[in-house]
């Protein structure tokens, strides 16, 4: 699914997240790269530095928004001021769609900065698309909300968390952020098969795809976006273009950042997969030739 | 120990998790007692308490709605989330606070900012205002930070308000055209939002700017032994950072994206203060005192001008 509704009909290919660390290098050096990504919270301020900084990036590059701090599955409502500060950077950068994670983080206002994973109900699965819905409607982009990797799971949950996804996304009829690291690490820690997960979701909606490294400890595995992609995680990848079709897809590295060269050729070994999925869909369908 | 202050903005967790999770109700109940569990300090060795606010064990706290497995238990589980918290705020914490963690020690400073921390766990979407409310607190519970709570709070409000001169909102400059026609006595202009004065008794500026040539240098030692390590081990001298007593007058801005921190004469100090309180120009030069020549205040305005600290005055709503 290179272009679809949930990623507002776009084909971008690879690309990687826009770091701090490495903003003197692209703007001087102006390195070709299909897209960055942001986190959106980072440019969510009145002025300063980092909305000049925004300002020159899009001058040159393709910019797609990416939230940590949306937490659809919160109970509490969302928060106005908060979604006129989204709406105003939506409006700046022209994200063709824009992606949070499926979690929640804040209660009552006050907020744990941490992306905690949701029971697995069907309330709690038509509270967040009734969430979801509400965003989409008042930012008027596309959506795309993120599998998070987690630690723990409730007693109350209903449901695998690929049933709580894929429920999630047809009441609100919006996209996936499909992070098959995340995936693969959450597979670890509670004792799945990643493979069972990406097979049975809706592959028509998925908009995006994450890749990003984690750290294994003696009794489970932490998402830390601190290392290479590991080869699980790379064939997992190919396993989901495969079946998804080849996506837009960022490598997420957000700490002990290497140079951007390093990075951006990490990035670019995904290529390797999409090349093979797109290979393999040739010899699927012959009349697409 | 001391003990901490209990945390403001939160609701009380239910008194037992929801056995089943029907409602929105139940989603905020659950949702209510974790987070009262995750920004709960941890204990010296870095864990989750061992007991619950109503002297319960946390154990049983926590596998009464977290699954183990066969690695982990439910306690465990809950602590991975506890420290991920603790450990994301406080090293928030340590980034915008480099002066107080010079002044304080590392033990104090940690100290100060778990109270800070379980007093005013974050509201807000942002960790930018994370420390937003720690001058507060420093006023508040002074017990952290003495005998040195005076230097204390005026390093937590120049680190806020350089904050603040980072990311804070600007409003159009004003032009000289813009008030060309307005007589002094009826004209009212507006200071930028980003725009911090500070009267302070201690030299923070110096102090901050030493600490991080020291800090700097220490990396910069550190990054030596690590290419060097079967070389000789260099060491660089290390400026002390002393935070000298003495009344300044300082405006913490910024001018091209880049942060600036601005000693500032009283008087100047005085006069811009009257601006943004909504004074007419003539009542604000007035204030900053008769002794100070006509000639002054205009070419400080004409500096202000220049760093475009002045905008067009907001009526207050």
């Not at chain 1, 409502?77 to 979604?83: E, N, S, Y």
């Not at chain 1, 409730?154 to 009829?173: I, P």
């Not at chain 1, 957000?254 to 010899?283: M, Y």
């Not at chain 2, 089943?20 to 060795?45: G, I, Y």
């Amino acid at each position: 699914m290179p272009a679809n509704r949930f990623n507002g009909q776009t084909d971008y290919g690879i690309g990687i997240g826009l770091r701090v660390p490495h903003y003197a290098h692209i703007l001087e050096k102006k390195p070709v790269v299909d897209w960055f990504e942001i986190i959106s919270e980072n440019f969510m301020v009145d002025g300063g530095r980092p909305l000049r900084v925004l300002d020159r990036i899009l001058e040159q590059y393709r910019v797609v928004q990416h939230g940590v701090s949306m937490y659809f599955g919160s109970a509490d409502k969302p928060d106005r001021a908060h979604l006129r500060k989204l709406k105003a950077l939506v409006r700046r950068t022209g994200t063709p769609w824009l992606s949070d994670h499926l979690c929640w983080g804040s209660v009552d206002g006050t907020y744990t900065h941490d992306l905690l994973p949701m029971p697995y109900t069907f309330a709690a699965a038509r509270r967040t698309a009734e969430k979801i819905r509400q965003v989409r409607d008042y930012l008027e982009v596309p959506i795309c909300v993120e599998n998070v990797s987690s630690y723990a799971e409730f007693h109350v949950s209903e449901m695998t968390e690929w049933e709580f996804l894929g429920e999630v996304v047809e009441r609100a009829d919006c996209g996936i952020l499909l992070d098959v690291n995340n995936i693969y690490v959450s597979s670890k820690n509670h004792d799945f098969n990643p493979y069972d997960y990406v097979d049975n979701l809706p592959h028509h909606r998925v908009g995006q795809m994450h890749v990003a490294g984690h750290t294994k400890f003696e009794k489970y595995l932490l998402d830390t976006h601190d290392h290479p992609v590991l080869d699980p995680v790379w064939k997992l990848y190919a396993h989901a273009t495969r079946l998804c079709g080849v996506t837009a897809t960022l490598l997420e590295w957000d700490d002990k950042i290497p140079s951007f060269d390093e990075v951006h050729d990490e990035a670019l070994k995904a290529n390797e997969f999409v090349d093979g999925a797109r290979a393999g869909a040739s010899r699927r369908s012959p009349a697409r030739r | 120990m001391k003990a901490y202050s209990a945390p403001t903005g939160l609701r009380p967790p239910p008194a037992r998790a929801p056995a089943r999770l029907r409602s929105t109700a139940d989603l905020r109940s659950l949702q209510r007692l974790m987070t009262r569990a995750l920004v709960r300090p941890l204990t010296a060795r870095d864990g989750l308490q061992p007991l619950w606010i109503d002297g319960r064990p946390m154990a049983d706290v926590a596998a009464s709605f977290i699954k183990a497995n066969s690695r982990l238990t439910a306690f465990e589980r809950l602590q991975i989330y506890n420290r991920v918290y603790w450990y994301r705020l406080m090293s928030c914490f340590e980034d915008d606070n480099p002066g107080l963690r010079a002044l304080l020690g590392e033990r104090r400073f940690r100290d100060l900012a778990r109270a800070y921390l379980a007093r005013y766990p974050s509201r807000s979407f942002t960790l930018r205002n994370l420390c937003s409310r720690l001058p507060r607190f420093i006023r508040e519970e002074p017990r952290w930070t003495e005998p040195r709570t005076a230097p204390a709070l005026a390093l937590a409000r120049f680190a806020w308000a350089q904050t603040v001169a980072f990311d804070g909102e600007a409003h159009p400059v004003l032009t000289a055209d813009d008030i060309a026609d307005s007589p002094p006595a009826r004209l009212r202009v507006g200071l930028q939002p980003y725009l911090s004065l500070l009267e302070l008794d201690y030299a923070v500026d110096d102090f901050v700017i030493a600490v991080k040539k020291r800090d700097a240098l220490r990396a910069e030692a550190s990054n030596t032994v690590e290419s060097s390590a079967k070389g000789s081990r260099r060491r660089h001298a290390r400026p002390a950072a002393r935070l000298r007593r003495g009344r300044i007058h300082l405006a913490v801005h910024r001018l091209d994206g880049v942060l600036y921190y601005k000693r500032l004469d009283r008087a100047e100090l005085r006069i811009l203060e009257a601006l943004a309180a909504g004074s007419t120009v003539a009542r604000a030069a007035a204030a900053g005192g008769r002794r100070v020549p006509p000639g002054r205040v205009r070419d400080w305005f004409a500096s202000w001008m220049k760093f475009g600290w002045l905008c067009k005055h907001q009526k207050s709503k």
